[in-house]
């Protein structure tokens, strides 16, 4: 900063005013300090400022995943709700790990954000201690906890998995099973699971016809694998619903293989509404949600909690339950 000042022959304080526009700064003296800047490649040291404003310019937020489109969008939205505040996003990504998130938590908040969010209701104890005791706004998404630590975006997954088993029994399905993986990492999954449970349940549908395969994120490779091991062991399943469009487009591709006709032979219903879902042949059913609304609105509730609390005004904490929508396609 002081070489700047000295090529502009300005004070450094002057510097510091026109980076920040301040309005005691002439728009020629600006200017000229801004032209310095750009030769020198200079970029202001906001640490000192943000110790003093205890306002770091930054919301951290929290995906499974950075290769899959629907988490990217929620970023996409976050991204776009907070940066014509001035914000910018510090992304992590858990990889389905709560232990994993944890770290994450611990790593994100010694940064000293202004405001996080995660994705998901259920994190370790220590996640939970640690971000309810922040002191800034926290946002859970895609998820409806039951105890939330603040304030909540997002939909129930055991409920849209619900919606769509009652849709394929309204289509007629009676042997309908349900594709997940092999552990509870991906909590929203396991959601989905225990929502079709209470479905089949609830229609009086013969029980238990869940298969277990793969770590999740489960891929199209073990979603092929698991329709296969789904209609050894029980014959007459006639509709299969997949806890992700990726592994019910490998189940799909897998029964082109086999010559077994979707939906003649068995009917394939995903979750998401990925672009797969309706570029496939056929074309999969699925449940969509608007992955970038739950991030600009996640970003809008950490906008008006940081406003709220300049102001020295307790917003409250915040539920908003984003729609989903059952998608009949031509898999079913």
């Given at each position: 900063?002081?070489e ?37 490649g ?12 205890k306002?770091?310019?930054?919301v951290?937020a ?8 629907n ?13 014509v505040?001035g ?6 990504y858990?990889?389905?790990?709560i ?16 405001g ?5 209701g ?7 201690r ?6 800034i706004?926290?946002v ?25 088993v009652?849709?394929?029994?309204e ?10 993986g ?9 959601d ?15 029980a238990?016809?869940t298969?277990s ?6 891929s199209?490779?073990?979603g ?24 019910a ?8 293989r ?27 059913t699925?449940?969509?949600?608007d ?10 509730v ?9 102001g020295?005004?307790?917003s ?17």
């Amino acid at each position: 900063m002081a070489e700047v000042a000295a090529r502009a022959g300005v004070s450094t304080m002057t510097v510091s005013r026109a980076l920040k526009s301040d309005g005691l700064v002439s728009q020629e003296t600006r200017q000229r300090i801004l032209d310095v800047v750009d030769e020198l490649g200079y970029v202001l040291d906001l640490s000192a400022g943000a110790l003093s404003s205890k306002r770091t310019g930054f919301v951290a937020a929290l995906v499974p995943s950075i290769n899959n489109s629907n988490f990217s969008d929620t970023v996409r939205g976050i991204t776009e709700s907070v940066e014509v505040h001035g914000l910018q996003v510090l992304l992590g990504y858990t990889d389905y790990d709560i232990e994993k998130e944890e770290r994450l938590v611990r790593a994100m908040l010694s940064r000293r954000p202004d405001g996080m969010i995660v994705t998901g209701g259920r994190h370790t104890e220590k996640a939970r201690r640690m971000l309810a005791s922040a002191g800034i706004p926290v946002v859970e998404t895609w998820d409806l906890p039951s105890e939330p630590i603040d304030n909540v975006v997002g939909f129930s997954n055991a409920e849209a998995a619900r919606a769509l088993v009652h849709r394929l029994y309204e289509k007629g399905y009676r042997r309908i099973a349900f594709v997940g993986g092999t552990t509870n990492r991906d909590t929203r999954g396991a959601d989905r699971g225990c929502g079709y449970q209470r479905a089949v349940e609830e229609l009086g549908l013969p029980a238990g016809r869940t298969i277990s395969f793969g770590k999740p994120p489960i891929s199209m490779e073990q979603g092929a694998q698991a329709i296969v091991h789904l209609v050894e062991r029980w014959p007459d399943v006639d509709a299969a619903v997949c806890v992700s469009d990726l592994s019910a487009f490998g189940a799909i591709m897998e029964c082109h293989r086999r010559g077994w006709a979707v939906p003649g032979r068995i009917a394939i219903a995903g979750f998401g509404d990925f672009e797969i879902s309706h570029c496939s042949w056929p074309r999969i059913t699925t449940v969509a949600v608007d992955c970038r609304a739950i991030g600009a609105e996640a970003g809008r509730v950490v906008l008006r909690a940081i406003e709220s609390a300049r102001g020295a005004r307790s917003s409250g904490s915040e539920r908003i339950v984003v729609p989903f929508q059952v998608i009949e396609r031509d898999s079913t």
